[in-house]
């Protein structure tokens, strides 16, 4: 089960209070205070696990609760503290704040880790309150509540080049092609109702992470088909690839579908607008003779100065010019984006 966002509540666990307690030695008739303090309560941490790509665990454990510390003991002794409890989830989670929204952790990096609610501070013990003139305290404080918190953990995936367009385009087609992804693939709208990830080898030891959005329709942004819940998943590729169907049976106009999307894009988030892009024109083995639509769709490519060409994915047709275009693209993206990391 694909799950990209839940509301959980963490609890992390209470402090161990301090003991009171007073030595009882032969010889020594007016033992001294020994109560230890209380143990720390274990704390809720989330750990990024590169091996998940879906938070659909938390969809069956909503609640989760570290364990509290043990209570100080006589002799001195501290209380064991309470086990954190570690969470792992997808590399691209997102930690928001349930009540304001605010962001407070994006998890983008392997084996990141993050305290989501810390543990209780223990209890001191009234051995820690003797003093000269005060020897024999009764004093001690109880341990202190863990952090509660109600928080939505939101996944974006994380992909150099995300695959967008109106349904039944051949995104899913493509990636079959390109990686070992194997989404469910048919003739009807909205085959693809989760997105997928297809690792492409581009040769020389080179590769990048491919994601397969579902598809996009007038309105996206405001919810319609599927909306907001993939647009989402557009937000962290480094390049967009905008699958264009071409052949004459869609029954669409191939320009004013690139418009279409281009405008959704822009209304979801206007970075994305301006993020590198790649035209590819799909199912050129359909056209027949008549080429006018391929050739709009290159006229437009060549206004916009943007790479632009033509495949027919089920027939694998371009398909290995179409991934030397987009390592070429990424390779360039990935240089911009270490050069701007590494200015002060």
């Not at 069956?60 to 570290?66: G, L, T, V």
Request: proline letters at 6%; hydrophobic letters at 40%.
């Amino acid at each position: 089960m694909f799950v990209d966002q839940v509301k959980v509540s963490l609890l992390a666990g209470r402090g161990g209070n301090g003991a009171v307690s007073f030595r009882r030695e032969a010889g020594v008739p007016r033992g001294g205070p020994d109560g230890g303090h209380g143990g720390r309560g274990g704390s809720v941490i989330l750990l990024t696990d590169p091996g998940l790509n879906s938070l659909s665990f938390f969809r069956f454990h909503p609640i989760n609760k570290a364990k509290s510390g043990a209570p100080g003991e006589g002799g001195n002794r501290s209380g064991k503290q309470g086990a954190d409890l570690t969470l792992r989830v997808p590399v691209g989670t997102v930690v928001k704040d349930a009540a304001s929204g605010e962001i407070l952790r994006d998890l983008i990096k392997p084996d990141e880790r993050y305290t989501a609610a810390a543990g209780g501070r223990g209890g001191r013990g009234n051995a820690s309150f003797a003093r000269a003139t005060h020897q024999a305290p009764r004093e001690h404080t109880p341990g202190q509540p863990g952090e509660e918190r109600e928080l939505i953990l939101e996944l974006k995936l994380i992909a150099d080049a995300g695959l967008i367009g109106f349904p039944n385009v051949g995104k899913s087609t493509l990636i079959t092609r390109i990686s070992a992804a194997r989404p469910v693939i048919a003739d009807y709208p909205f085959t693809t109702l989760i997105p997928y990830l297809g690792v492409v080898d581009a040769g020389r030891d080179e590769s990048f992470v491919v994601a397969d959005i579902p598809g996009l329709i007038e309105g996206a942004h405001l919810g319609q088909g599927l909306g907001i819940q993939f647009l989402k998943h557009v937000e962290r590729t480094k390049v967009l690839v905008h699958l264009i169907d071409i052949s004459p049976y869609s029954g669409r106009d191939p320009v004013r579908d690139f418009r279409v999307i281009m405008k959704e894009l822009e209304a979801f988030n206007p970075e994305l607008a301006r993020r590198p892009q790649v035209i590819v024109a799909n199912k050129i083995d359909l056209l027949g003779e008549d080429r006018s639509r391929l050739t709009a769709v290159r006229r437009l490519a060549s206004r916009r100065k943007i790479p632009f060409v033509a495949i027919s994915a089920i027939k694998s047709e371009g398909v290995m010019a179409l991934k030397s275009l987009l390592a070429e693209a990424i390779a360039g993206r990935r240089a911009e984006e270490a050069k701007a990391a590494a200015k002060p």
